[in-house]
């Protein structure tokens, strides 16, 4: 019965602890890691950190570890990253409040108030002195005119050289299935098969394993269909063909052999194409075809360029757009950026405006936003 007991106590952890940072296990170990260096830098003697309950709504020990929370924010701020050399960003030092707040009061049942007034309002200070709060890192998307361009540089390196055809490759392929740089590198080469329609066209089915959340139960691999096309940078069955030609498996070892690799950089053997591959390829393509500030491309590059370049086709709905990218929300209207041909189309379409709005026909009518 014990052994049961610990087993379901370790389970119940294990799980409350996910529903307490669901989106990130990583970030709450660099929360706790921040709360254990600022404890270290208060002596014991002057100050408890935390006080624990007497009772259900101890007052004294809420507004006590409430306070300890306006410390470590006020430390935070002054503390300088050893990663950036910069102070913590206001949204860094607000998810690690949220993360821990919830952290310490299951592991340890202290008494910290749900709305913690002075900490709220401490946030929503420093976060509106924060001149780059809500900003979004600036990610140019990798296109379709850039695949073709990019061809015409590299095109001949891809017919002869395996390394090469499996980088353009993996990103032509980022870029049509709209896919993470994470989603692409867990992919083995059996999860590719080359197919043919009645009519002649041919094309492949990728299967691949959506992530979108870190530290989640692996989602069930969904089929991705890429077809044929002229035979340039952008045909991404065209240069998966290419790439098992020059780098051939076994069927027998198709289920353990990484979809995208590339030659070991010393000796025989093979490495796995990993996200930071990907992004460093991302940022030399860019560079090749003119662009120089590499901190504007990443990993994602291809995703944005992908869903951009569906969106502006003006003939895909919402919902395919969200299906193809695998967005659990409506975060594909950030990824598909906006363009000079929609802007226009959008344009002549406003001068076709016919109708009378609802409010004008039923007065007492008030549209919600």
């Known amino acids: ?7 379901l106590q370790a389970s119940a952890r294990e799980r409350m602890l996910r529903a307490y940072a669901p989106k990130s296990k990583g970030t709450l170990r660099s929360a706790i890691r921040k709360l254990g260096q600022f404890a270290a830098s208060i002596p014991k003697h002057k100050r408890e950190l935390f006080c624990i309950s007497r009772h259900t709504g101890d007052r004294q020990a809420s507004s ?10 006020e430390w935070m701020l002054q503390t300088i990253s050893a990663k950036t050399g910069k102070p913590l960003s206001s949204s860094t030092i607000e998810t690690y409040v949220s993360l821990l ?20 309002r401490l946030i929503a200070m420093i976060r509106s002195e924060d001149p780059l709060a809500g900003a979004r890192r600036k990610r ?6 850039h695949l073709i361009q990019l061809w015409r540089l590299k095109g001949r390196a891809c017919a002869a050289e395996p390394d090469a055809a499996t980088k353009l490759a993996a990103l032509a392929t980022a870029w049509i299935v709209l896919a993470r740089g994470g989603e692409l590198c867990t992919c083995t080469r059996a999860d ?14 990728l299967w691949l394993r959506p992530l979108k959340k870190r530290g989640a139960a692996p989602a069930a691999k969904v089929p991705q269909y890429v077809q044929e096309a002229d035979g340039g940078g952008a045909d991404a069955y065209m240069l998966l063909r290419r790439m098992v030609e020059l780098d051939f498996v076994p069927m027998a070892d198709r289920a353990s052999t990484p979809l995208f690799r590339l030659k070991a950089r010393k000796g025989k053997g093979h490495r796995t194409i990993t996200v930071a591959h990907l992004r460093k390829f991302t940022r030399d393509c860019a560079a090749a075809v003119g662009f120089r500030d590499g901190k504007q491309w990443g990993a994602h590059s291809a995703r944005i360029g992908g869903a951009t370049d569906l969106a502006s086709t003006g003939k895909v709905s919402q919902l395919l757009l969200q299906a193809k990218g695998r967005w659990g929300s409506d975060i594909g209207r950030i990824y598909a950026r906006m363009t000079r041909r929609c802007q226009l189309a959008a344009s002549r379409l406003m001068h076709e405006a016919r109708g009378r709005d609802l409010e ?10």
Request: hydrophobic share 40%; proline share 4%.
């Open 1 to 7: 019965m014990q052994d049961m007991l610990d087993m």
């Open 64 to 73: 006590h570890n409430e306070w300890t929370f306006v410390l470590f924010v």
């Open 101 to 120: 707040k919830g952290y310490l009061i299951f592991s340890y049942d202290f008494e910290i108030p749900a709305e913690s007034p002075r900490l709220k």
């Open 140 to 145: 140019r998307g990798f296109r379709r005119r």
């Open 192 to 205: 590719l098969e080359f197919h043919v329609l009645r009519n002649g066209v041919r094309y492949a089915i």
């Open 360 to 369: 004008e026909i039923h007065p007492d009518f008030t549209q919600g936003v």
